[in-house]
Structure formats: structure tokens, C-alpha cells
């Protein structure tokens, strides 16, 4: 059974910087897709950013393009989303999330053009991020 864990939200002010980290037990995190979500106030669940198994596929929603990164780091167990130039619209509870039944190369099709047209089996509890000045 898989167990996801955000970490690395705060508050940070408009232009800065945060990296959040995804960090799985239970499952070697690198033979799947891991998406990272938010949820603003008083908003839907938003799909950020998606990076498929070896890295074959990286997606970013159209408002974060340029701005955020999604990575590996080599290991097994963590995913980062490095955000930078934030804005007080990227304020929301983040979420990473990854699904079992799409391993390697199935990865892609969560990772699609249509990301996230697929719903991910797995969730971490989520991390607050603050962008305020």
C-alpha cells in the first residue's frame, strides 16, 4: 500500500520561491506518474503539474508554465515541484499523487495531453501554500 507525504508549503511572498517534496512509502515512486494538484479556496481541484516514469513526460498547466518544475532526484521515493515567481493566485492546499494501476510507460497516459483527463488512485494529505505580502 502506498503512502504519499507533501512537505516544504509555507508562506512565501509574491516572486518568491518554495520546492515542495512528494515522498512515498511502500512503493518505488519512480516506475510511475506523479501529478501534483492544488485546491485554492472556494475552488475545484486543480491539476498543476505532471511527470510520468523516467521522466518521459512533463506536464504544467497553462499558469504555471515557466514559472514551476517538476523532478525526480534519482531516488526512489521523492517527487519535487520547485515553484518560483509565485503569485498570490498559487495559493492553495498542494497535493501529489500517483496511481499503481499505470506503471512505466502506462505512466504516460496519466501524463497525457489531457492531464488530468485520468483520476490518480492515491493521494497525500496535501501542504499549505501562502503567497502573501
Known amino acids: 500500500q502506498v503512502q504519499l507525504v507533501e512537505s516544504g508549503g509555507g508562506v512565501a511572498r509574491p516572486g518568491g520561491s518554495l520546492t515542495l517534496s512528494c515522498t512515498a512509502s511502500g512503493v518505488a515512486l519512480d516506475e510511475y506518474a506523479v501529478g501534483w494538484f492544488r485546491r485554492a479556496p472556494g475552488k475545484e481541484r486543480e491539476g498543476v503539474s505532471c511527470?510520468?516514469?523516467?521522466?518521459?513526460?512533463?506536464k504544467y498547466v497553462d499558469s504555471v508554465k515557466g514559472r514551476f518544475t517538476i523532478s525526480r532526484d534519482g531516488s526512489k521515493t521523492t517527487v519535487y515541484l520547485q515553484m518560483n515567481n509565485l503569485q498570490p493566485e498559487d495559493t492553495a492546499v498542494y497535493y501529489c499523487a500517483t496511481d499503481l494501476s499505470y506503471p512505466h510507460h502506462y505512466s504516460d497516459y496519466l501524463c497525457g495531453d489531457d492531464f488530468p483527463g485520468l483520476d490518480f488512485g492515491s493521494w497525500g494529505p496535501g501542504t499549505q501554500v501562502t503567497v502573501s505580502s
Open positions: 511527470i510520468s516514469y523516467q521522466n518521459s513526460r512533463a
